[in-house]
């Protein structure tokens, strides 16, 4: 065997040649590093820790490997990663303007829909012959359009031997759906059952809620088709909207493993032949606005055993520049099992398997949201700690010790995530996406180390304000409503997401 095909010496050489495997190792070492003493942070856990680990101050340096970019004449992009170690491809096709977030309120689930019917038919084979054909192949193929995303996703990979076969079928798909009326009626069927089923996880009812108490009426505030707009996406719907979206000036193609970008430009061009530009371009909706005022909503859904709660507001767009500062406040507060708000509700008060909240920053302001699945007999104290916990990190600022293993946890994680072509091809997609400089990811753990007490402090003192977080809590309305009520007026909902009627609330407690 050959030393370019040896799986035990490829990987020996990535890790030599870029140290990110070492660099990752000493970096989450360092994430063991003790608290100050004068911290008031909750304790980690009984777990002991020695902290013997070698300590480095090093910030990490990586230099990720640019794709070759061209743009075929009729203007799709294409961004290809060579990487020849296994006889592996990954492609990935993002179609802006053709995801859930541009959708006519009356049909809704039509980008979702149109991307599911592409592997129900084309004009050259049945849904069963398609199937047959990527199983043959030893292939996959998968295509999405989430609601209120941006893009409809397309993804295939196999093994380089065959990839002009099983990446023709997937351009096939892409190009010449033919949306067979037979299987979009059970497509439509199953979608209705999946919809009844969603409303009775208190998961699917705390996004809906959520989504529209801080989007409002911006359309990434839906989160679902309705039985009404399935009814109306027909077989011309989603032809139509086939035509206009999907379309190459729009479209970004990434190709990633062992392929040689030399000769792929020209068999791009003819698998695409037929792939026509438009002067079609999509038009973003006017950003949504943060609420300014709490809010507190209940989806009373009865018999439940525990309540899921939700908190938070619209936060920052991906090219705000107190993104990185909101990173780390964000890993610091709930981004993981040794985060604030999982050490408190879950190690400390056992009110919970886990604590954590995201940040979700896109082309327009995203939510920042923390969460948790709590007994149903400890919603008051569960509430009480998630806002002690962002009270505590907007009027303290994070001790040092506390702030270093944050970032290097973040940082490692970075690194180790740089052995996948995948997600490097993933990172390539999101730069060109979002316009970021092409050195970017290169700079990007300087820019988390960079971080300081003062910005982790700075940006929790403006986007997550008390004052103005929009609480959602799942579960038993007849047990947690009245504890609700202490901390504001309690809007109450049922499981269709229909508002209930209420009798005179008894007067709330001052806020918490």
């Known amino acids: 065997m050959s030393p370019a095909k040896h799986p035990l010496r490829t990987l020996r050489g990535l890790a030599a040649t870029t140290g990110i495997l070492l660099a990752a190792a000493t970096l989450a070492a360092q994430t063991q590093a003790p608290q100050q003493p004068d911290s008031k942070s909750v304790s980690a856990s009984k777990v002991e820790r020695k902290n013997r680990a070698p300590v480095s101050k090093e910030v990490l340096r990586v230099k990720l490997p640019r794709p070759v970019e061209f743009t075929l004449p009729n203007g799709l992009t294409v961004l290809v990663l060579e990487d020849h ?23 809704r689930g039509v980008a979702q829909i149109t991307a599911s019917m592409l ?30 995303e941006e893009t409809a996703t397309l993804t295939a990979s ?17 190009l010449q759906p033919s949306f067979p009326q037979d ?8 979608q209705k059952a999946a919809l009844r089923q969603s409303r009775t996880q208190p998961g699917f009812l705390v996004n809906e809620r959520f989504s529209k108490a801080v989007f409002g009426n911006h359309p990434a505030a839906v989160v679902s088709a309705t039985e009404e707009s399935l009814d109306k996406l ?31 430009r020209t068999r791009l061009q003819q698998w695409f032949a037929e792939w026509k530009r438009t002067d079609w371009k999509p038009e973003l909706p006017p950003n949504p606005r943060p609420a300014t005022e709490k809010k507190i909503y209940l989806v009373d859904r009865p018999n439940s055993q525990q309540t899921t709660l939700w908190l938070g507001n619209l936060a920052i767009h991906r090219l705000d520049p107190d993104y990185p500062a909101m990173v ?5 507060l709930g981004g993981g099992a040794a985060a604030r708000l999982f050490l408190n509700l879950r190690e400390e008060k056992s009110y919970t398997y886990g604590a954590y909240s995201t940040l979700q920053a896109l082309k327009f302001p995203g939510p920042w949201r923390a969460w948790a699945d709590v007994r149903t007999e400890v919603t008051e104290g569960a509430l009480t700690e998630f806002l002690n916990e962002i009270r505590r990190i907007r009027e303290e600022k994070v001790p040092e010790a506390e702030l270093t293993e944050a970032k290097n946890a973040m940082v490692a994680n970075f ?3 740089l052995e996948q072509p995948p997600q490097l091809l993933s990172y390539a997609i999101t730069r060109k996406l979002y316009g970021l400089p092409a050195d970017y990811w290169d ?19 403006k986007y997550l304000k008390p004052e103005a977080l929009q609480i959602v809590a799942v579960g038993e309305g007849s047990k947690i409503r009245s504890v609700l009520e202490k901390y504001g007026p309690v809007v109450v909902y049922d499981t269709e997401g229909r508002p209930v009627e209420q009798k005179a609330a008894s007067a709330a407690a001052p806020g918490r």
């Open 415 to 417: 690194a180790l995530s």
């Open 85 to 107: 170690r296994f006889p592996l491809v990954y492609a990935r096709l993002e179609i802006v303007g053709a995801g859930g977030l541009y959708e006519p309120a009356e049909l």
């Open 158 to 174: 196999g093994l380089s031997d065959n990839f002009d076969e099983w990446f023709a079928l997937a351009t096939e798909l892409l």
């Open 183 to 190: 299987e979009l009626q059970k497509l439509v069927a199953r």
């Open 328 to 332: 780390v406040m964000n890993r610091v």
């Open 443 to 461: 700079t990007y753990p300087a820019q988390l180390q960079a971080v300081t007490a003062e910005d982790v402090q700075r940006v929790a003192q």
């Open 119 to 148: 592997q129900q038919g084309t004009v050259k084979r049945t849904a069963q012959q398609i199937a047959q054909a990527i199983e043959g192949l030893g292939a996959s193929v998968n295509a999405s359009a989430g609601f209120g």
């Open 234 to 264: 027909t077989r011309e719907a989603l032809a139509n909207w086939h035509q206009q979206r999907y379309v190459p000036q729009n479209a970004i193609l990434g190709i990633a493993g062992d392929v040689r970008a030399s000769q792929l």
